[in-house]
């Protein structure tokens, strides 16, 4: 795509000469140089998102930044527009934020307080929450949503988890019994459980850190969804951490200090998090590291899956 990260940039009076690739995962992510300061030139992959979808996403965001919560902003084009089209390829620029990556695969580098630094993210978290609830999204307005059909239905979001092909034919038929009881019990929860729009995605590598500020990033893969959902994303990557216990029960007192938890609903939901990523790795299991990635994803699934049907009372 770097022809059409050079091609982009002047539809914001960018200087093609001026851009940099930083990035690049679902999408590429290019830093462009400009008198305002460095951007966030975004290409993303042709046919992940609608349209309405990628205008959905910039129009949340926009609405988040005016509400004082630190995340990028989108810029209009020249045209006035947050999303051109440069040959199939859908892009955007955001505001370029200031700090460091808080880390890779769950790993909190650098952060000396981590219980502190979970509870911060609990408060961000909740912020995100209330300040989307109080927001009336526009006529149109459209994102994914991690319901209960995206999460177990058959036609999951990220996919059919028990189709993994890392999965033996007893963890398959695991999974699917695991589906059918862990379905059941959402079922029974749903209408308690708070629900409106999510980030989906506060991992570790979205989370950036400036001196005491956090800032979350890629709103990708946001949506509407359960709100503990957006706990529990943060939550798995920390499953095998020594502090685990006191991680959790700092997020979810920097949380709850603004919003209600329901601990229960958040084990299921840590559960659905964790079987996501065995259909979100399928197509994508070519790629480099991809068996590998696969594999991890078994290796947490699995205990969580069989510790639930050993557990369960649905």
């Known amino acids: 795509m770097n022809g059409f990260a050079h091609a982009a940039a002047p539809l914001w009076g960018l200087d093609p000469a001026q851009v ?127 319901d209960r059909p995206g999460l177990l239905g058959e036609t999951p979001l990220w996919g059919p988890f028990w189709a993994n092909p890392d999965l033996t034919s007893a963890q398959r038929a695991t999974l699917r019994q695991v589906q059918i009881r862990a379905e059941a019990d959402l079922a029974a929860r749903e209408t308690a459980l708070d629900y409106g729009l999510i980030h989906a995605d506060a991992i570790t590598e979205n989370v950036m850190v400036d001196g005491e500020t956090l800032v979350l990033i890629d709103f990708d893969d946001g949506g509407w969804g359960f709100r503990d959902f957006d706990l529990a994303t943060v939550l798995m990557r920390q499953l095998t951490a020594a502090d685990y216990p006191a991680l959790r029960a700092a997020l979810l007192e920097g949380y709850a200090a603004r919003r209600t938890v329901d601990e229960a609903a958040l084990d299921l939901l840590l559960l659905c998090r964790a079987l996501t990523y065995l259909g979100w790795i399928i197509p994508r299991r070519d790629e480099p590291g991809g068996e590998e990635r696969s594999r991890r994803a078994v290796a947490t699934a699995l205990p969580l899956a069989e510790t639930y049907l050993e557990t369960s009372d649905v």
Do not use: C
Not at 24 to 48: D, F, Q, T
Not at 86 to 101: E, I, S
């Open 20 to 146: 940099s690739l930083v990035a690049k995962r679902e999408n590429e992510v290019w830093r462009a140089e400009g008198p305002g300061g460095p951007y966030a030139l975004r290409l993303h992959r042709p046919g992940y998102r609608t349209a309405a979808e990628l205008q959905s996403e910039l129009d949340w965001m926009a609405m988040l930044a005016k509400g004082g919560l630190t995340v990028p902003r989108p810029i209009p084009s020249r045209t006035g527009r947050l999303v051109e089209v440069v040959g199939d390829t859908p892009v955007d620029l955001l505001t370029w934020m200031p700090g460091r990556m808080v880390g890779k695969q769950g790993a909190l580098e650098g952060i000396t307080d981590r219980a502190g630094h979970m509870h911060r993210l609990g408060a961000l978290l909740a912020r995100l929450h209330d300040l989307s609830d109080n927001w009336t999204p526009p006529e149109g307005f459209t994102r994914p949503r991690w």
